[in-house]
């Protein structure tokens, strides 16, 4: 069955540095999205990416943040600074149709990345 | 603005009982619903989507219900196993582009 993946499955960082974490989507898919997990919190929506742009994007999703497809497989998440609040699990999902309607299938999400921030 | 909540927060049965996860959300506008699993530490796991027209969804020993007028969708597991035990969570695809996620139940079967 076809995966969502996402490296690294951990990383620490120093406060203050830019990291980025990776997500192979699902091949014939073309919306992406990125969510986070504070650890014992809700899941939570960051951003929806289709076609080259963002789609919609949440309160948490500011200037610190970015995305890229860089070369038509890998979606990034790029955080600039990194502050102690940033570390949670982050999970990349991707859909084939988007959802106006049309979801067929859902999300599918990769195994998530822990990011820690000291 | 939507908000997902998921009753109970925990629940802890003897393995072999039949049990229901429930969940409910106060916007009705919904394009689906889909139920994740998530082990401890891990990422979350599709096992039943219900598209709003759908009122339920079967898999294995899985039932999921929807009744969108009432802001309603139940978990349905027969013969719970040990390994069953994790997070259970909803998730209502909204209009923006975005899904909405509950704060799970955490079930735990007991051998």
């Given at each position: 069955?076809?995966?969502?993946?996402?490296?690294?499955?951990?990383?620490?960082?120093?406060?203050?540095?830019?990291?980025?974490?990776?997500?192979?989507?699902?091949?014939?898919?073309?919306y992406?999205y990125w969510y986070?997990?504070?650890?014992?919190?809700?899941v939570e929506f960051l951003v929806s990416f289709y076609?080259?742009?963002i789609s919609e994007k949440s309160e948490i999703f500011?200037?610190?943040?970015?995305?890229?497809?860089?070369?038509?497989?890998?979606?990034?998440?790029?955080?600039?600074?990194?502050?102690?609040?940033?570390?949670?699990?982050?999970?990349?999902a991707?859909s084939?149709?988007g959802f106006i309607?049309?979801?067929?299938?859902?999300y599918?999400?990769?195994?998530?990345?822990?990011?820690?921030?000291? | 603005?939507q908000?997902?909540?998921?009753?109970?927060?925990?629940?802890?049965?003897?393995?072999?009982?039949?049990?229901?996860?429930?969940?409910?959300?106060?916007?009705?506008?919904i394009y689906?619903?889909?139920?994740?699993?998530?082990?401890?530490?891990?990422?979350?796991?599709?096992?039943?989507?219900?598209?709003?027209?759908?009122?339920?969804?079967?898999?294995?020993?899985?039932?999921?219900?929807?009744?969108?007028?009432?802001?309603?969708?139940?978990?349905?597991?027969?013969?719970?196993?040990?390994?069953?035990?994790?997070?259970?969570?909803?998730a209502v695809e909204t209009s923006y582009d975005k899904v909405i996620f509950?704060?799970?139940?955490?079930?735990?079967?007991?051998?």
């Amino acid at each position: 069955e076809p995966e969502v993946t996402q490296t690294p499955s951990h990383q620490v960082t120093q406060m203050g540095q830019e990291v980025i974490l990776r997500c192979v989507p699902i091949s014939n898919h073309l919306y992406f999205y990125w969510y986070r997990q504070i650890l014992g919190q809700k899941v939570e929506f960051l951003v929806s990416f289709y076609n080259n742009e963002i789609s919609e994007k949440s309160e948490i999703f500011d200037d610190q943040f970015s995305v890229e497809r860089p070369d038509g497989s890998n979606f990034t998440l790029k955080i600039r600074s990194t502050k102690l609040e940033d570390s949670a699990m982050y999970f990349c999902a991707s859909s084939e149709t988007g959802f106006i309607g049309t979801s067929n299938y859902g999300y599918t999400f990769g195994s998530g990345t822990r990011l820690t921030v000291v | 603005k939507q908000e997902v909540t998921q009753i109970p927060a925990a629940l802890s049965v003897p393995e072999g009982e039949n049990l229901v996860l429930n969940c409910s959300f106060t916007d009705s506008a919904i394009y689906n619903l889909q139920w994740f699993r998530q082990d401890p530490g891990k990422g979350l796991t599709s096992l039943l989507l219900i598209q709003s027209s759908q009122r339920e969804q079967t898999s294995g020993r899985l039932n999921a219900s929807l009744d969108k007028s009432s802001g309603r969708s139940t978990l349905y597991i027969a013969a719970s196993q040990p390994g069953d035990s994790a997070t259970y969570l909803c998730a209502v695809e909204t209009s923006y582009d975005k899904v909405i996620f509950g704060p799970g139940t955490s079930l735990s079967v007991i051998p």
